[in-house]
């Protein structure tokens, strides 16, 4: 019997997953376990350059803001497949945004 080989190529695109508080301790948990999932992309909420540097050397798409920047908040999670919010919620805006 003739043995056939097949080779199967996705054709999907990867999920884009959007977090917040990524530098902090829940976060950053949470983002070290979706870099491990080669099917996914991540952008992550950052206040700072230095943060942004260091997600960046990640392979993480910094989006500069803060939970008050609504607006950046409601633009990236639209863009987004998933959105996983480990910040702070006190600014109650910032959870609405993300449900926006």
Known sequence: AKKHSFEFVSMAQKSHVFIT?????????????????????????VRGEENAKKLQSLNVEPVLGSLDDT???????AASDTVIHTANVDPDPSAQAILD
Do not use: F, N
């Open 21 to 45: 508080g990524a530098t902090g301790y829940i976060g950053g948990a949470i983002l070290h376990l979706l870099l491990q999932q080669p099917d996914l992309t991540v952008s992550a909420l």
């Open 71 to 77: 607006e950046i908040i409601k633009k990236s999670s």
